[in-house]
């Protein structure tokens, strides 16, 4: 049997006046998601547990079928995995983003979407002013670094440490929005040392000169321990490979040993190449029993706020990775397909939320219910029982239904 998980991040969405009430999954001509939900089993699917935040490696951990409240120890851990960053036992790791502050407010999450080769040289620089402190910095692309530090550096505080996502941040002044906790003063100093020893760095002085934004100041947030999840074949018996553009998702993937596979002129964004994409999750099941394929595009649309790109995004996924992996699979023989969003990105928010998200999966012993349509209303308005995502690869590795 062949398997595969296709996943359009925030496709979807809330019900929109623009489109006269119906959502973007609604009004996007999906044939191929609608096959599957025909001929498959359908439902919506919880893929943030309570209380822990939309984000989409808890919602994509959820996909993979690993419960986010048992495994989910912070973003930090899954990309320095991705960097091929091996942590101890002991150790923690940190987002590192390069930020713009300008006095006591966060202009920018990105420093202007910095690029790596001056990122490279400012964390060099970084780790020389902070070497007695005992962290290490690591660059990963562009503002997205990482920064390491052993647990008993974050011994001081009470109270479990808090550190809020820049991104959360924008416009919003710095010190209401500092680490809170324990370990926060340690890592108050780093952040606040950062802004002294950046500021006059020539780097910035000419981004500033040029007009952009510098980056002049470091934010740690996203932090965690090496998790322990058990290995994906141990759970189900089959051996995969994951394809997506998206740091946190390959990182994940290798800590559950799953192959990742990096397919050329993938971007991420709308431009994304969808055939590639479908063409080489194709290749890796002639190797390997199941693939994970994600596709970022239709999240980004969700957090530009842009209508027409999101349906076209969602338009796209359809087309050419859904239609094409379906076929491919079909052509293959026995095969079980799950197609699902990882959590709404609603245009009017520009954000992610937690609510539930429509799911189908189709195949060998699959028994079809009445649904013939892959959109929040034909799945999600029926009093649909909500299902825990993280039980789906139950459904898609069981037994006959
Ligand atoms: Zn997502």
């Not at 998601?33 to 939309?54: F, H, Q, S, W, Y």
């Not at 609510?355 to 009093?383: L, N, Y």
């Amino acid at each position: 049997m062949k398997y595969a998980i296709l996943v359009g991040d925030g496709m979807s969405d809330y019900f929109i006046d623009e489109l006269s009430g119906r959502t973007p999954l609604q009004v996007a001509r999906t044939p191929n998601m609608d096959r599957i939900a025909k001929e498959g089993l359908t439902g919506m699917a919880r893929t943030v547990p309570r209380k822990m935040a939309a984000s989409s490696d808890v919602a994509n951990m959820s996909i993979f079928g690993y419960d986010p409240k048992e495994y989910y120890t912070g973003r930090g851990p899954l990309e320095a995995k991705s960097m091929g960053i091996e942590l101890e036992p002991g150790q923690v790791a940190f987002r590192a983003n390069l930020v713009t502050a300008s006095d006591n407010i966060l202009v920018d999450y990105s420093a202007g979407h910095i690029s790596s080769k001056e990122a490279v040289v400012l964390i060099e620089f970084l780790n020389e002013k902070f070497k007695k402190r005992g962290v290490r910095f690591h660059s990963g692309v562009s503002y997205r670094n990482l920064m390491i530090v052993s647990e008993e550096q974050l011994s001081d505080g009470h109270g479990s440490l808090r550190c809020v996502p820049p991104h959360d941040i924008i416009g919003k002044t710095i010190m209401e929005n500092m680490p809170k906790g324990k370990g926060a003063k340690f890592l108050r100093d780093i952040m606040t040392g950062s802004r002294f020893m950046l500021a006059d760095h020539e780097i910035n002085i000419i981004r500033v000169d040029l007009g952009e934004n510098p980056a002049n100041m470091v934010w740690l947030w996203g932090q965690g321990k090496k998790p322990s999840m058990p290995l994906f074949k141990e759970r189900h018996g089959v051996e995969g490979a994951v394809i997506s553009a998206v740091d946190l998702i390959k990182g994940m993937a290798l800590c559950v040993g799953l192959k990742v596979i990096d397919v050329p002129g993938v971007t991420g964004y709308y431009d994304t190449d969808y055939a590639a994409k479908a063409e080489y999750a194709l290749g890796a099941l002639e190797k390997d029993d199941f693939v994970f394929v994600h596709v970022e595009a239709p999240d980004e649309a969700g957090h530009n706020g842009e209508l027409g790109e999101k349906i076209r995004a969602i338009e796209n996924f359809d087309e050419k990775v859904v239609g094409r992996v379906a076929e491919g699979l079909r052509s293959m023989g026995e095969y079980r397909l799950l197609v699902m969003p990882d959590h709404p990105t609603p245009i009017e928010l520009k954000t992610h939320v937690d609510d539930p998200v429509p799911f189908a999966i189709a195949g060998t012993g699959i028994q079809p219910d009445a649904i013939d349509r892959f959109d929040e209303d034909s799945i999600g308005s029926g009093g649909t029982r909500t299902v825990a995502a993280s039980e789906l690869v139950n459904i898609l590795f069981g037994g006959k239904q």
